[in-house]
């Protein structure tokens, strides 16, 4: 008869394996670590609801990660890295939400980043849309009031 941590594991892996594709190495090698991770769980689990006497934590005790990655070589050029994957890509937004369910709220809150400093989309992006913005004549003065006589 399967254990807990065994069924769990499988309903982890069907999902991650029904939106991602995976080699079947990647796949055993998933399988072994959600597996070990759940039942890591399981005993450190009971150790802290002995220790705790019960109580569960409240959604307030958001994990902080650290960064693997040096901060000044998030955001270049052609690319900004993700701290969740590792991968580089022109915009960041979409990819965490699809691929880490996360918003950018929660990105930045997890990582402890400043939003102003740590741009989620590269220097060469971020230029070729704020050129094609001044094109249309966003952003001058009058810009509604030249639109609406036009």
């Given at each position: 008869?399967?254990?807990?941590?065994?069924k769990?594991?499988?309903?982890?892996?069907?999902s991650?394996?029904?939106m991602?594709?995976?080699?079947?190495?990647?796949?055993?090698?998933?399988?072994?670590?959600?597996?070990?991770?759940?039942?890591?769980?399981?005993?450190?689990?009971?150790?802290?609801?002995?220790?705790?006497?019960?109580?569960?934590?409240?959604?307030?005790?958001?994990?902080?990660?650290?960064?693997?990655?040096?901060?000044?070589?998030?955001?270049?050029?052609?690319?900004?890295?993700?701290?969740?994957?590792?991968?580089?890509?022109?915009?960041?937004?979409?990819?965490?939400?699809?691929?880490?369910?996360?918003a950018?709220?929660?990105?930045?809150?997890?990582?402890?980043?400043?939003?102003?400093?740590?741009?989620?989309?590269?220097?060469?992006?971020?230029?070729?849309r704020?050129?094609?913005?001044?094109?249309?004549?966003?952003?001058?003065?009058?810009?509604?009031?030249?639109k609406?006589?036009?």
């Amino acid at each position: 008869m399967a254990t807990e941590a065994l069924k769990l594991t499988a309903q982890i892996v069907i999902s991650h394996a029904s939106m991602s594709e995976l080699t079947p190495k990647e796949l055993v090698d998933e399988i072994k670590v959600i597996y070990n991770v759940l039942t890591a769980l399981e005993s450190s689990e009971a150790l802290l609801e002995a220790a705790e006497g019960g109580a569960e934590p409240g959604p307030e005790a958001e994990v902080l990660k650290k960064p693997s990655i040096p901060l000044d070589e998030i955001v270049k050029e052609k690319y900004v890295v993700c701290l969740e994957c590792g991968k580089k890509m022109r915009t960041l937004k979409a990819h965490l939400r699809k691929a880490h369910h996360l918003a950018p709220a929660e990105y930045f809150r997890r990582y402890s980043l400043d939003p102003k400093k740590y741009p989620l989309v590269c220097k060469e992006y971020s230029e070729q849309r704020r050129k094609l913005a001044k094109e249309k004549g966003l952003g001058e003065r009058g810009f509604r009031r030249k639109k609406a006589s036009a």
